[in-house]
């Protein structure tokens, strides 16, 4: 462990924080808090001991200001610091830093974080050190880097943090001031607040209870942190006693009582002013008697009354220019700074130093910075200054503070309160730069702010526009409403010309806020309107494919084959291989894909958009030219033309890449969506159900009904279905209008009515579901798209109406075989045949169901699969042919285990008992079948009793490896060691043991 680690167990700090400046002060009347603290940091040491994890605690402490909180708080860190090994850190919000992003988490963790050797801070930070490290100030966003969705600092933050706690716990998280607390900060404590409870963790939060004109935010963070806290306490105010107490400590026992009555009423028992008037009676050595109690109200508003004139004639103009540069600064005050601002002379400031510490309005920190004595004070200074030298000095300020090399960031927060309406070119450049680099830590509202004020600057009116397009962008990962309206500004003729290249992007990403709120027609419609007056063509090619695209996730359309048939001339036209032809074939994929053409054709296409397999250059997850989107639709396109493999190793990537990005919104939500639904069609049922969840609560964090949620839900239903909850599924689907009229506008995954009409079966309302599925039916056909697997409606509709029509099954059956096999997928023919066999009996069942095994055995849907072997069983049992029958039900059974399909296990064990068979095997198959080659050679080896370091040598691979392969025989066999040859089958270690059928060498 280090020194500075040391320092940081014990908590002594780094002094920026100001505890070493403030003496210890004797707390009165807080006995029931300071017992609280005391209980609190004793339960989190001794459980932290016993071995408790789960043991998170939040204390928050309010009151008036003045009132003791700060005080408090500094009695809880030496509490803290007087246990062995609790890790404190501590942090406050400053009234003036209350826009500074990340201000109070950079003072909470930056000690702790800089204190970690390189390699546990590379374990702490996991694959968040690009998100989380520049939001932390510990390092520079990477060249090129892109905007940070403060979402993805917040995880990134929650992971670090997971990380910390059990390294440094217990961990008593302290944090002042809290109404002060920039946006950044407060976002995330609140959030973490919440999970802290599952760490060992004690948070206290102290902050102004009184004042209602915080804004709503703060009010709704203050709200949410006392719901969470486990005791809360609002400070009252001191005793009569207590004030006499101190009256007496002070001056001594001569007080007289009606002199400490009258004092106590004049500062309403609060402490800071009776310390400020105790102050002012010793230096007016005011004679602490009955007849001089008449003075203490007066003497009580020069001592806190502190308006322009008071602090003139008690600093003088001069000190109180220097404390104006001071209050300005806000905490931890460079002196050379505060001079410069003020454009003092060195011994001057050194003398207005001298004169305002005298006055007690300013102390000195120990690294040499200065400090106000109380942030009263500091924000009483601040306040009495006249607006024009407040403007004009933040103006310095800001130049100041870039001068001096602690950039743009910092000097920010000064330049949004200089003077507008100079419209002066270089400010507005500054800003717009401040803006970008508020966007790269993650910061979106601080990069707002700046580009506000750039608009008020105003800028020149050429480029006004462009302005007022990076605010649009500014808000894309957090506010859809605020970057529709700006964007639709940024584009508006009367706002000033935009670049044509700026006029194609802006578009396109209003397109995509636009579409992601639901509003796809108008996503759509906005993309074609640009595209017909956009000379270039690359500009053009990409606004057209984007209309496409959003034309294509809509739940209706008026011209789907006409569409369709113009996206297929556009990639007829298509010479070059650069991202934008791409783009559009792949979208041509997963268009043919839904029309249900020829799987290979689709596929081709997709395989012509990769390269090797991977996404090529400016086509990626992140790539903001064509959005997620169209790497969406490539990995759709292999979801459901039964390549699920590469479609998940798309959505793995998708997932990092967001999470590196730290893109932790719908993109993140988009991604788990996604190998949700892969995992889904490769009969993964439970990890399916994991991600679309995991998809689903990201997506309700961003705002209610999001289309994300829909998709999520949708696939979810199918799961649950699959799983065998069929009611859960069904509650599911009601509370998310999957039902008539089908709330949402965008249809992305599965096709909403043939879901409601595969429901409705599986509550045997047929009737309900022939309707439904009717509908859906009569759309999709309209529409051109004919895929069975997206939308399964014939089968199913089949199935729905064959009690009453059963002609009309058979024709629906048919078609949905025929559309099948057109489109040509195993797993596609096998799930129609297998819907086929549904509405037949006896002998033709069964050789449907034996063709659909046949072709789901060569597919990767898993589940498909089981479901065919179940029903294969079962229709083979009502055919008489009993043995065959146990044999497709057992492997049935097999299959939906591995699926964690347990409605079917279910069923097909009910199946066998019901009809006297046993509901399990006895034996196991021949456990040798299942032995792959390269477990065969390190089985051969281990019963020769070669050692599994060598059988790695002999081979060439890793230990691991051989260990992995090892345990798997040894669980196939059902044996260890010893019995292996035996359950082998094969004399005990002779050399060479071959695959049984194959005859041994020896014999
Ligand atoms: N319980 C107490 N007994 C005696 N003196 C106290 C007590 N609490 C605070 N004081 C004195 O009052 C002064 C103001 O207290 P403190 O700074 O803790 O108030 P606060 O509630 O944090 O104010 P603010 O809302 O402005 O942050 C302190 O400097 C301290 O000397
Ligand atoms: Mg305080």
């Not at 003020?342 to 003398?351: K, M, N, P, Y």
């Not at 309900?768 to 009569?778: K, P, S, V």
Request: hydrophobic residues 40%.
């Amino acid at each position: 462990m280090t020194e500075q680690d040391n320092e940081l167990r014990t908590g002594s700090g780094s002094g920026r924080d100001g505890d070493s400046t403030s003496p210890r002060v004797r707390l009165r009347d807080r006995d029931a808090e300071l017992r609280s603290v005391e209980t609190a940091v004793d339960k989190l040491c001794c459980e932290f001991a016993a071995g408790g994890t789960e043991i998170g605690e939040l204390l928050a402490f309010s009151g008036r200001p003045g009132i003791g909180k700060t005080s408090l708080l500094h009695e809880v860190r030496r509490v803290a610091k007087l246990r062995d090994r609790a890790t404190v850190l501590f942090a406050r919000g400053g009234e003036r830093q209350f826009n500074e992003p990340y201000h109070v988490l950079r003072q909470l963790l930056q000690p702790l974080l800089t204190s970690l050797e390189p390699d546990e801070f590379r374990q702490v930070m996991g694959t968040w050190e690009e998100v989380v490290g520049p939001a932390m100030g510990l390092k520079r966003p990477k060249a090129g880097a892109r905007r940070l969705d403060p979402q993805g600092v917040r995880d990134g933050l929650d992971y670090v943090l997971t990380q910390l706690a059990p390294r440094r716990a217990p961990l008593v998280m302290i944090v002042d001031d809290l109404h002060w607390g920039d946006h950044e900060s407060l976002s995330w404590l609140t959030q973490f607040a919440v999970r802290s409870r599952e760490l060992p963790v004690l948070l206290v939060f102290a902050f102004r209870e009184d004042e209602n004109d915080w804004p709503t935010e703060i009010q709704q963070h203050r709200k949410a942190v006392l719901g969470l806290a486990t005791s809360k306490h609002e400070l009252n105010r001191l005793s009569l006693v207590s004030v006499t107490d101190m009256i007496r400590a002070e001056l001594g026992d001569k007080a007289e009582d009606a002199f400490c009555y009258e004092f106590w009423n004049v500062v309403n028992g609060n402490p800071f002013e009776a310390v400020a008037l105790l102050d002012q009676v010793r230096d007016q050595d005011l004679e602490p008697v009955e007849e001089n109690s008449q003075q203490l109200r007066e003497l009580a508003v020069d001592a806190t009354g502190m308006t322009l004139k008071s602090w003139i004639d008690r600093l003088g103009s001069g000190t109180l220019r220097f404390a104006w540069a001071c209050a300005m600064l806000g905490t931890d005050i460079r002196v050379d700074l505060a001079t410069r601002i003020c454009a003092q002379t060195t011994e001057g400031a050194r003398d207005a130093i001298k004169q305002l510490r005298k006055q007690r309005v300013l102390t000195q920190t120990p690294n040499g910075n200065l400090e106000f004595v109380h942030p009263l004070i500091g924000s009483s200074i601040y306040n009495t200054m006249p607006e024009a030298t407040r403007t004009g000095m933040h103006g310095v300020a800001a130049a100041e503070i870039e001068n001096a090399g602690l950039g743009l960031l910092a000097a920010s927060r000064h330049l949004v309160e200089t003077f507008s309406g100079e419209g002066d070119d270089k400010t507005v450049r500054k800003l717009r730069r401040a803006a970008v680099e508020h966007l790269l830590i993650g910061a979106p509202e601080a990069a707002q702010r700046c580009l506000h004020r750039a608009l008020n600057e105003p800028p020149a009116d050429d480029i006004r526009a462009e302005v007022l397009y990076e605010l649009g962008c500014s808000a894309l990962l957090t506010d859809p409403v605020a970057t529709v309206n700006q964007l639709k500004l940024a584009l508006d003729p009367d706002e000033g010309p935009l670049r044509p290249e700026l006029r194609v992007d802006a578009t396109f990403r209003l397109s995509e806020v636009l579409a992601h709120s639901g509003e796809l027609r108008q996503a759509a419609v906005v993309c074609q309107d640009e595209a017909e007056q956009t000379a270039d063509p690359v500009g053009r090619l990409r606004l057209q494919a984007a209309s496409f695209m959003w034309h294509a996730f809509r739940k209706s359309e008026d011209d789907g084959p006409g569409r369709s048939t113009r996206l297929g001339l556009m990639c007829d036209g298509l010479s070059t291989r650069d991202a934008a032809d791409r783009a559009v074939l792949a979208m041509r994929a997963w268009d043919l894909t839904l029309r249900g053409a020829p799987s290979a054709e689709a596929l081709t296409y997709a395989d012509s958009v990769l390269d090797a397999g991977r996404l090529p250059k400016g086509l990626g997850w992140t790539n903001s030219t064509w959005g997620f989107e169209l790497p969406s639709m490539l990995g759709l396109t292999y979801t459901y033309n039964d390549r699920i493999a590469q479609a998940e190793r798309l959505f793995a990537d998708a997932i990092i890449q967001f999470e590196v990005a730290g893109w932790s919104g719908a993109h993140r939500g988009f991604a788990y969506f996604l190998m949700g639904l892969a995992r889904f069609r490769r009969g993964l049922l439970a990890e399916a159900e994991d991600f679309l969840r995991r998809a689903l609560r990201l997506s309700e964090r961003i705002g209610p009904k999001l289309p994300l949620a829909w998709d999520a839900v949708g696939v979810l239903v199918d799961t649950l279905l699959a799983r065998g909850r069929t009611e859960e599924a069904w509650e599911l689907a009601v509370k998310f209008g999957f039902h008539p009229p089908y709330h949402a506008t965008a249809m992305v995954l599965p096709d909403a009515p043939s879901l409601y009409g595969k429901l409705l079966i599986a509550k045997k309302r047929y009737a309900g579901a022939a309707a439904a599925l009717t509908e859906a039916g009569a759309q999709l056909e309209a529409r051109g798209w004919h895929n069975t697997v997206w939308a399964p409606w014939a089968g199913h509709l089949a199935i729905a109406i064959a009690a009453d029509e059963p002609d009309r099954a058979r024709e629906y059956a048919h078609k949905a075989v025929h559309d099948a096999r057109t489109f040509g997928t195993a797993s596609a023919i096998g799930t129609a045949l297998r819907l086929n066999a549904q509405i037949e009996d006896g002998q033709q069942a069964v050789e449907l169901l034996e063709q659909a095994v046949m072709y789901l055995g060569q597919s990767p849907a898993g589940y498909e699969h089981a479901v065919a072997l179940v029903d294969l069983g079962a229709a083979l049992r009502r055919v008489g042919r009993l043995e065959d029958a146990q044999e497709y039900l057992y492997q049935g059974i097999e299959l939906a285990q591995h699926c964690s399909a347990e409605g079917l296990v279910e069923q097909a064990r009910r199946e066998l008992a019901n009809y006297g068979l046993r509901p399990n095997r006895l034996g196991l198959r021949d456990f040798r079948e299942t032995l792959s080659q390269p477990e065969w050679e390190v089985a051969n080896l281990a019963v020769q009793g070669v050692p599994p370091q060598r059988i790695a040598d002999e081979l060439g691979v890793h230990l691991s490896l051989v260990n992995r392969r090892l345990a798997a025989v040894y669980r196939k066999a059902g044996s260890g060691p010893d019995g292996l040859a035996s359950a082998l089958g094969l004399p005990t270690q002779p050399r060479g043991a071959t695959r049984p059928g194959a005859e041994p060498e020896e014999e």
